[in-house]
């Protein structure tokens, strides 16, 4: 059953908080920020006084109620907990306390992530639509309007609240589990698929010549340029036909940068943990270059399955030798050279039928695996939606 409730305005609730002091250019202090839609308050970074422009500088305490002024009409409202509590905000992140008597914090907390709070908060803001100039001053910020039981009331909704967040959460908790255990089966199938051929050769002996690379191109993303590749195409070993910038420029001399369906391509730069994936591009977008960062492979119809080449860049053998062999100083960006993927241990014994059955029997599992992932993904979607709906038949009184 519907209940009306009384809206309260926030000068009713809540009241104006300032702990002003001046830095000391000595002393560290740990800078905090506010999530957008709610998502709490976070320390942003930690700095020297004497990198901090403004000397004047406020505390925040557990318990305050903190919004930042540029980006409330995101809803980046909070209430601070322990991980912020005794921190610095600057004036552009007010600070409240409540009426306890009126109000219970974690009522508060849980309506700082309604669906609805950002457009109030946007309505309610003056200045420009650019990003940076939509203000919600304090004195607007006391015009803003919070349903209101009884304390009695607000001890129930929070308790059915918490109670559905948590189911949610444990339903979330069980999807990720049931992504990593597909994404390992994937991996023990492999394993298990192609354990039984030995690398004797390596890869030059299935290339046509040597890997290509691809043209360095300056986008500039305009509509009727020509799509290039991203690195994000070839992650996690699947192509993303949505991943590309656009270029306005033509690749004079070097039209061999435009991609054919079938090609298979492998990272050449990427941190340590995606260096050296590889996808096979299914023909969209057309016409498509790929990067410098990429190489292509030209596989030997008549000496390897174009597929059992891209199963195998997957194999624990291969990812062990990328990540012995990719060089670079920067601990966070490795780089992979022509003669390093040519050297990639690969059977090149195993005969044409067999790479074949190994191949189909990897494709039939990989289709069921896409498509429990499918489902995982619709179901993250429908996870993602039902917490914004119970809050909102929440604070309508719906619950």
């Not at 930690?46 to 557990?62: E, H, P, V, Y």
């Amino acid at each position: 059953m519907k209940r009306a409730w009384p809206a309260a305005r926030f000068d009713k609730i809540l009241r104006r908080v300032e702990r002003k002091f001046l830095l000391d250019d000595s002393t560290t202090y740990k800078c905090v920020g506010v999530r957008w839609y709610g998502n709490g308050a976070f320390v942003r970074e930690s700095l020297l006084g004497m990198d901090i422009a403004r000397k004047q500088q406020w505390t925040i305490r557990k318990g305050d109620v903190v919004y930042n002024k540029l980006f409330a009409w995101k809803g980046a409202f909070a209430v601070a907990d322990d991980a912020v509590d005794g921190c610095i905000v600057s004036d552009k992140f007010p600070t409240y306390q409540h009426n306890e008597t009126l109000v219970d914090l974690r009522f508060l907390s849980w309506f700082f992530r309604i669906p609805g709070l950002a457009q109030q908060a946007q309505d309610l803001s003056k200045g420009a639509a650019a990003i940076s100039k939509l203000t919600l001053n304090p004195p607007q910020f006391w015009d803003m309007e919070i349903p209101l039981p009884p304390l009695s009331e607000q001890h129930r909704i929070m308790a059915c609240i918490e109670e559905l967040s948590a189911k949610v959460e444990e339903a979330r908790a069980l999807r990720r589990q049931a992504a990593k255990e597909a994404t390992a089966l994937t991996a023990a199938t492999l394993y298990a698929a192609t354990g039984r051929a030995t690398a004797g050769g390596c890869l030059a002996d299935v290339l046509a010549g040597k890997p290509h690379n691809g043209w360095s191109a300056r986008c500039d993303n305009l509509e009727s340029g020509t799509p290039v590749l991203s690195l994000a195409a070839v992650t996690g070993f699947h192509y993303r036909a949505a991943a590309f910038k656009r270029t306005s420029l033509l690749p004079t001399g070097r039209e061999d940068s435009f991609l054919h369906t079938g090609d298979l391509l492998i990272t050449r730069s990427n941190t340590p943990e995606l260096v050296g994936h590889a996808a096979i591009y299914d023909g969209h977008p057309s016409p498509c270059l790929y990067p410098d960062l990429m190489m292509r492979l030209d596989v030997v119809d008549a000496k390897a399955e174009k597929r059992f080449v891209w199963y195998w860049l997957q194999t624990r053998t291969v990812r062990a030798f990328i990540a012995k062999n990719a060089k670079g100083t920067s601990p966070t960006m490795k780089k992979i050279a022509q003669g390093t993927v040519m050297a990639i241990p690969f059977p090149s014994h195993l005969g044409m039928p067999e790479q074949r059955r190994i191949v189909a029997y990897l494709d039939g599992l990989q289709a069921k695996v896409d498509a429990l992932k499918k489902l995982q993904t619709d179901t993250a979607a429908e996870l993602d939606a039902l917490l914004p709906s119970i809050l909102d038949k929440a604070f309508k009184g719906e619950l």
